[in-house]
């Protein structure tokens, strides 16, 4: 039982040390693995998006970002805009 946790808190560190260093291929194919290491956070609630922009890190934090971007929202959010701007004649 307890191996199980400590299982999955070396991956969580694995993740972040990828994070961290920019390992694009890494964090890409451990996110594919488990999406669900994109909500965790370290200790201090810092989620990967922060840890690799706080490092200087430039094509991680591109992948997180559009990982966590909802389309769905994204779509609807354009759509009303575009309806605002360019569907009202006054």
């Known amino acids: 039982m307890g191996q199980g946790l400590s299982c999955a808190a070396s ?3 694995a993740f ?3 994070v961290q260093l920019g390992e694009f291929d890494t964090v890409n194919a451990m996110l594919e693995r488990d999406p669900s290491l994109l909500h965790q956070t370290t200790y201090d609630r810092q ?3 922060h840890i690799a922009a706080a490092n200087g890190q430039i094509e991680v934090p591109f992948l997180l970002f559009f990982l966590t ?3 769905g929202f994204l779509i609807l ?3 009303l805009l575009g309806f605002l701007f360019c569907g009202l004649n006054f």
């Open 77 to 79: 959010v354009t759509t």
């Open 47 to 49: 989620y990967p998006l």
């Open 11 to 13: 991956q969580e560190h």
């Open 69 to 71: 971007i909802d389309f």
């Open 16 to 18: 972040f040390t990828a």
